[in-house]
């Protein structure tokens, strides 16, 4: 069973860079079956699929964040990370990691999800 | 990007009845179509893969159908557990979810 954690500063200052981990347990990042995904949701609002991280270092991701984003993978501590610069409040969002089954193309597990608020 | 289209935004139903939510791509996705359950302060849930698979342990009121641009989510007979936020999202290149459907009972 896969179990995925998000970590990070809940509360950012506009311009600053968001950074947050997931740490994988009960898998493994180096899995050659999976992508390891974020996905983002505005409070009150929907879901945004945010991009993925393969472990050999490929990545997708939604181009309307693409020039502020990088999705970085951690094999040594099992872990990946999102790196998302000069938020704004637009970014205030609870930010959930899950894992894509490239078997499935869907994500089948997902992190309880953490909450950043971007505020000055 | 592929753009999805999620009709009803929200659906009041009684225990018991049929439910349907339809979901439209903006070109072709074949078959990569999902659809996730999302009750308050939860993270979704993945309930259909593939547009018909059936994820193990999901209660077979639930189904899924459609490929190409049109897709339908159905519940054959709603249950008060049924309750949350039903989303349908694309799998064929950059992902896209649906705008979602509150189901609510009437």
């Known amino acids: 069973q896969v179990q995925l954690q998000e970590s990070g500063p809940g509360l950012l200052k506009p311009s600053e860079t968001l950074s947050l981990t997931c740490t994988v347990s009960?898998?493994?990042?180096?899995?050659?079956?999976?992508?390891w995904s974020w996905i983002r949701q505005p409070p009150g609002k929907g879901l945004e699929w945010i991009g993925y991280?393969?472990?050999?270092?490929?990545?997708n991701y939604n181009p309307s964040l693409k020039s502020r984003l990088t999705i970085s993978i951690d094999t040594s501590e099992n872990q990946f990370s999102l790196k998302l610069s000069s938020v704004t409040a637009a970014d205030t969002a609870v930010y959930y990691c899950?894992?894509?089954?490239?078997?499935?193309?869907?994500?089948?597990?997902w992190g309880q999800g953490t909450l950043v608020t971007v505020s000055s | 990007d592929i753009q999805m289209t999620q009709s009803p935004s929200s659906l009041s139903a009684s225990v018991g009845d049929r439910v349907t939510i339809t979901c439209q791509a903006s070109?072709?996705?074949?078959?990569?179509l999902n659809w996730y359950q999302q009750k308050p302060g939860k993270a979704p849930k993945l309930l259909i893969s593939?547009?018909?698979n059936l994820q193990r342990g999901v209660p077979s009121r639930f189904s899924g159908s459609g490929s190409g641009t049109d897709f339908a989510f159905t519940i054959s007979s709603l249950q008060p557990e049924d309750i949350a936020t039903y989303y349908c999202q694309q799998s064929d290149n950059v992902r896209t979810f649906g705008q979602g459907t509150k189901l609510e009972i009437k």
């Open positions: 593939d547009a018909t």
């Open positions: 070109q072709d996705i074949r078959n990569y």
């Open positions: 009960g898998g493994s990042v180096r899995s050659g079956s999976s992508y």
């Open positions: 899950a894992r894509e089954a490239r078997s499935l193309s869907a994500l089948d597990y």
């Open positions: 991280i393969y472990y050999g270092g490929s990545t």
